[in-house]
């Protein structure tokens, strides 16, 4: 990989502690064979937390088989809204192979304050994952969202409000996409339809 690498790309090494398996600082090299999905790509910089939101809206909005979250803690994604849990309620309903898969660092804001999200995962426990990361990569701090492979949404930290939104872009989108597995893989599952407590 070239070394002119975005901004929105970079992440800092040093943060993951030795005894981890380094999760990706930088996506691999583009697929050439990625299949387009027809529509242009688009890429907008993000500056302030409304457009991150605004971003989250879009990408629910053309979501069709998979989401794929990290997020510390998830509490900026408006997932206990009711026109969120509609939008993700109507995502599961549309195909039972749809998933959304989530994986946080600190589970508390799902389990204590998202009570519509815990809602969805007691309806649709077969189609929706969450997980917390183990110890060795806690310190990992940007935020991603994936959704059907093609389209990103990524701030490099999660206390700044600068980002990127990416969509239909198969081929940058994979990177992100090894990179939210290589998060998954160092998590495990932690909240349940039956977690004590909700």
Partial sequence: MSGDVDKDHILN??????????VRAEPVMPDPEATPTG???QRRLLTARAEFRAGVD?????????????DPDLAEYGFNT?????????????????RLMIAVHDTGYITQSCPRLM??????????????????????DDVLMVVDDAHYLRRPHCTQPNGVLVLHDP????????????IWEQSSPAVSATTIGL
């Fill in 82 to 98: 009711p026109a969120q849990e509609e939008k993700l309620k109507n995502f599961l309903l549309a195909s039972s192979a749809n």
């Fill in 58 to 70: 879009e990408l629910l909005a053309v979501a069709v088989r998979t989401i794929r979250v990290f």
């Fill in 119 to 140: 809602r969805l995962l007691r309806q649709f426990s077969h189609a929706i994952a969450i997980h917390q990361t183990h110890d060795a990569i806690r310190n990992v």
């Fill in 13 to 22: 090494f040093e943060k993951v502690p030795a005894p981890a398996r380094p």
């Fill in 171 to 182: 081929a940058e989108t994979r990177g992100w996409l090894n990179r939210f597995n290589d």
């Fill in 39 to 41: 529509d242009p790509a």
